[in-house]
């Protein structure tokens, strides 16, 4: 049992790059989240998703794109990446009722 | 508006000893949660305690307690009898509730306290 799963864990990018960042998770949950960690601030979430072919904004969603395909994973792509963009990435899933998140590892992400 | 507020950026205890890490909040909604994270220095985010608005006793985990007071808006978390181990940094999160009733579980957090326990 993973659990939640993010690829890659770090990422080295130069401005106008494109990327997608995967997050998997085999507990069969129905939520998904993507926040970003940067220095000071504490995690804002970015996008979110409450089944399989939904998406909505969190709080910092401009830049970022999300998928959410199959029930299992929930991509975060950025079309042209930017320096402010360098941050932590954290994913996380629960299901309805348990109030537990259970987050990735997270991936580091630096854009030159 | 900050919804919830660390004010300690760093705090020290020696081993064995008890800490307290304060966070408070804001928020209009009669219905909320409150958690604490731990993040270590490897990073990963692991969830301590959870607190209902409608739980009428403090949460307890273990040697991890929330001292919830809802008057004061304030969710602070004590750790008994401190571990080398728990050298680390601390998040206080609040769930709200949509309008609707529904939040689908999003978190907002805030900038963390980092603990340091000595030998």
């Known amino acids: 049992n993973a659990g939640v799963t993010q690829t890659p864990k770090f990422r080295v990018l130069k401005t106008g790059q494109s990327m997608t960042l995967l997050c998997a998770q085999d507990m069969n949950h129905e939520y998904m989240y993507w926040y970003r960690q940067d220095p000071g601030m504490g995690l804002r979430l970015i996008h979110y998703?409450?089944?399989?072919?939904?998406?909505a904004k969190g709080e910092v969603p401009d830049g970022y794109n999300v998928s959410r395909l199959k029930k299992q994973n929930f991509l975060l792509g950025l079309e042209s990446a930017a320096p402010s963009q360098t941050s932590v990435y954290f994913c996380?899933?629960?299901?309805?009722?348990?109030?537990?998140?259970?987050f990735g590892p997270g991936t580091r992400l630096t854009v030159t | 508006a900050q919804k919830i507020t660390q004010t300690q950026p760093g705090m020290f205890v020696q081993e064995k000893e008890a800490v307290t890490l304060d966070c408070t909040y804001d928020?209009?909604?009669?219905?909320?949660?409150l958690f604490w994270y731990k993040q270590p220095s490897s990073g990963e985010m692991i969830f301590l305690i959870y607190?209902?608005?409608?739980?009428?006793q403090n949460a307890t985990e273990g040697r991890y307690s929330l001292n919830f007071q809802k008057a004061r808006k304030s969710a602070n978390l004590v750790i008994s009898a401190s571990q080398l181990g728990d050298s680390a940094m601390y998040f206080c999160a609040m769930r709200e509730a949509n309008a609707g009733g529904t939040s689908y579980g999003k978190l907002t957090f805030g900038q963390g306290t980092i603990l340091t326990v000595h030998p």
């Open positions: 928020t209009s909604d009669p219905s909320y949660g």
């Open positions: 996380a899933s629960r299901d309805p009722g348990p109030p537990e998140q259970y």
């Open positions: 998703s409450v089944g399989e072919g939904t998406t």
């Open positions: 607190q209902g608005s409608y739980d009428q």
